[in-house]
């Protein structure tokens, strides 16, 4: 069971900038597919990207929004520029074993951290 641990999280003014990270413990995260995904009450769980080797992302956040990895910290990023007030949302990171496509499903979750942006 892959345990995925976020960080990052907080409160931001519009067109301000925040990092989210995503990590394990036990397990090597280039060995999966780490997708990011957001949710506001409510409303549907909105995939935003999806990183193997190439990152994809939504259009919502195309250009914006950058997803990472460092190897050698084992950890992911989700770095968000120029926030906008309809990015507030809770953000989870998730995974799944090897390459595959984040719109089919993720195996294991993050508990998720709330970007809150706000004037």
């Known amino acids: 069971q892959v345990q995925l641990v976020q960080s990052g999280g907080g409160l931001v003014q519009p067109g301000g900038s925040l990092r989210l990270s995503c990590t394990t413990s036990g397990e090597n995260l280039d060995y999966y597919t780490i997708g990011w995904f957001r949710q506001v009450p409510g409303k549907e769980r909105e995939g935003i990207s999806c990183?193997?080797?190439?990152?994809a992302y939504a259009g919502t956040v195309l250009g914006r929004f950058t997803t990472s990895r460092d190897s050698a910290k084992n950890m992911v990023y989700l770095q968000m520029n120029n926030l906008q007030l309809e990015d507030t949302a809770v953000y989870y990171c998730?995974?799944?074993?090897?390459?595959?496509?984040?719109?089919?499903?993720?195996?294991?979750w993050g508990k998720g951290t709330l970007v809150s942006v706000s004037s």
């Open positions: 998730a995974a799944n074993f090897g390459v595959t496509n984040c719109a089919l499903g993720m195996a294991y």
């Open positions: 990183i193997t080797g190439k990152p």
